[in-house]
């Protein structure tokens, strides 16, 4: 059981907006930055997001990221179905002093 | 490009050791941190170890704490992994990631190890 809480699934239509949340303690996202993966099936993560808001170049400006407090939210809107993937979140815990990831999120575009 | 290719993976018997390398192009090898993340089949990503630029500060997740080492090679741009003790539930695919201050911005397609009697 992962310390950083993702729901197991979401979905949405093609076009539409989702968000996946994750979230935490004060210890790790309230305190560090946040960053998101996005695993499309039998490929490597790749970095959507990253210091919580910021997006590498390449990455599409449908995906967004957000932090409030110890919670994250990861945003894509103009939902596609190549979009269809698992998400992860992940952030430094400054208490214990390593890498956290959240349990995933399956994305479904129906 | 940068390129993380990683290798050394493959089936060991539990009690084995194995260590797994990752070969680094594209970049400046020697001013990244550099990071192993984990996936067992069906799960979600598991944060292994990371090491700084010098291979001097390092960071273990307590699963693998006193089992493996991470080290690097600047002058080879190679990240290694070595894994003693290996046990069923250290199978997985495994990843070398470049590590920036707010994520793993660069990947590695991962090599799996499946540890089994």
Known sequence: Q?????PPSVSAAPGQKVTISCSGSSSNIGNNYVSWYQQLPGTAPKLLIYDNSKRPSGI???FSGSKSGTSATLGITGLQTGDEAD???GTWDSSLSVVMFGGGTKLTVL | QVQLVESGGGLVKPGESLTLSCAASGF???DYYMSWIRQAPGKGLEWVSYIGSSG???RYAD???GRFTISRDNAKNSLYLQMNSLRAEDT????CARRIEGGDDYWGQGTL???SS
């Open chain 1, 87 to 89: 998400y992860y979140c």
């Open chain 2, 56 to 58: 001097t500060y390092t």
């Open chain 2, 113 to 115: 190890v499946t540890v």
């Open chain 2, 63 to 65: 699963s693998v704490k």
């Open chain 1, 60 to 62: 599409p400006d449908r």
């Open chain 2, 92 to 95: 997985a695919v495994y990843y």
């Open chain 1, 2 to 6: 992962s310390v950083l809480t993702q």
């Open chain 2, 28 to 30: 400046t090898f020697s």
